[in-house]
């Protein structure tokens, strides 16, 4: 089995900085794409930012030039760097992953992690 760890989330004011990491284990062959998504109350999931393997990026037009996404491969690890935070920025973050497993087969599956709170508020 898969499992993505999230961690770094919390209450911040509006200006200040998180970073939120993500963390893959388990019966990993390779990872594709790692990315954050986002989900604040009644609205659609929707996408922060995500990386390929070889360290493409690309970011939702509202997040460019605040938030960085990187990743270290040797420890299937992503992170979100999210400077100058705004309260429109609240939501629960969830950390995706395009993750290939050997199951009789070669498998690419997403996986999600539980998702961590980010709160902008004076």
């Not at 929707?46 to 070889?54: E, K, N």
Request: charged share 10%.
């Amino acid at each position: 089995q898969v499992q993505l760890v999230e961690s770094g989330g919390g209450l911040v004011q509006p200006g200040g900085s998180l970073r939120l990491s993500c963390a893959a284990s388990g019966s990993i062959l390779s990872i594709n794409t790692m990315g954050w998504y986002r989900q604040a109350p009644g609205q659609q999931r929707d996408l922060v930012a995500r990386i390929t393997s070889t360290g493409s990026t690309n970011y939702a037009d509202s997040v460019k030039g605040r938030f960085t996404i990187s990743r270290v491969n040797a420890r299937n690890t992503v992170y979100l760097q999210m400077n100058s935070l705004r309260p429109e920025d609240t939501a629960v973050y969830y950390c995706h992953a395009a993750i290939t497993i050997y199951s009789g087969r070669y498998n690419l599956t997403n996986y999600w992690g539980q998702g961590t709170q980010v709160t902008v508020s004076s």
